[in-house]
DNA sequence: TGACTAAGTTCTATTTTGGAACTTACTATT
DNA sequence: AATAGTAAGTTCCAAAATAGAACTTAGTCA
């Protein structure tokens, strides 16, 4: 599997592991908080936490000792996956929201703006898109000795 | 379904419709080339590829008569999901990298520097991530006579 | 003693997916 | 004129994953 794409895939491409990772965010912890607002049984909800936590994005954490509970909580790892429901949120707020409007709105503390955070290209800040940007193998792909799994090309409108 | 997240997800929240989606930005368009790359069955991947055009994500154009034969291009809509992409890109490049580095690098054609696009905030222009965010409810869930889902409470670390 | 709670686990029925073979509508080769 | 090849699917059955309900554990509370 040559491509990050996938190797992330492999961690969150399934229906609910990033709306475990959303309620998290929102600042839910336990089991039942999970189980209550996404409806999925327990038995599932079980098994993606524990995925989840052999993964490194949750880690389980326990409150209360007599009787012994736990709580998940974000890693680092967890933490960073932001971006992704950001632009999972972005994308869904253009092209699936209701008639009234974004369910979620996103403010940005330092500035204290309502916002809605956008991919910029770090060199010269400008916002990007998939027209603006082109891919090409990396260290990953160039010194392999077998061919490049496939040839890369750029999208030629 | 009150959260974009998950209506996003409904309809890329699998394990294949990304990867799909990731190879339509790669230049592919045909049938055999996703299935090809993807290794995923005919039968799932004629699924997927129905269920992306019923959702507006890919096109299924004809580029030949006799016999005829469809390609699928994505649609204005399906190229706005760049920046799930791109937010996957980056994690998996940073958490699941292989020793090699990533196998793709991103090239901003405007300014032609290799570079990772980041999440920045469209007011103030910093990087922003879920520290510096908040999350609070929009006007799709404030209009509501009845109660809201789940009160939104923001991280507090 | 009995009811309740949070966090799971176990079990079976149903749904989804994988894999291989088959189909369609042609073109190219012998 | 038969035979092979190609691109894009569809069909069918077995295997794997998921849902839903019941059960378990380790306690507290009245």
Not at 50 to 58: A, R, S, T, V
Not at 138 to 141: F, I, N, T
């Given at each position: 599997m040559k491509c990050s794409v996938a190797r992330t895939l492999s961690v969150i491409g399934d229906r609910w592991t990033m709306l475990i990772v959303r309620d998290a965010f929102l600042g839910k912890r336990r089991f039942a908080d999970f189980q209550?607002?996404?409806g999925m049984t327990r038995h599932r909800l079980s098994a993606r936490l524990?995925?989840?936590?052999?993964?490194?994005?949750?880690m389980r954490v326990r409150y209360?000792?007599?009787?012994?509970?736990f709580e998940y909580r974000l890693t680092e790892k967890g933490i960073d996956l932001y971006p992704v429901i950001?632009?999972?949120l972005r994308w869904g707020d253009r092209w699936m929201a209701g008639a009234d409007g974004p369910p979620i709105e996103l403010v940005h503390k330092n500035c204290g703006k309502h916002v809605m955070p956008a991919l910029t290209c770090p060199a010269c800040k400008e916002e990007v898109n998939a027209r603006t940007m082109s891919a090409r193998p990396?260290?990953?792909?160039r010194r392999r000795s077998h061919p490049p799994v496939a040839r890369i090309s750029s999208?030629?409108?």
């Open positions: 209550d607002d996404l524990g995925k989840l936590i052999d993964e490194g994005i949750l209360q000792d007599r009787p012994p509970r950001v632009a999972m990396g260290p990953g792909l999208r030629k409108e």
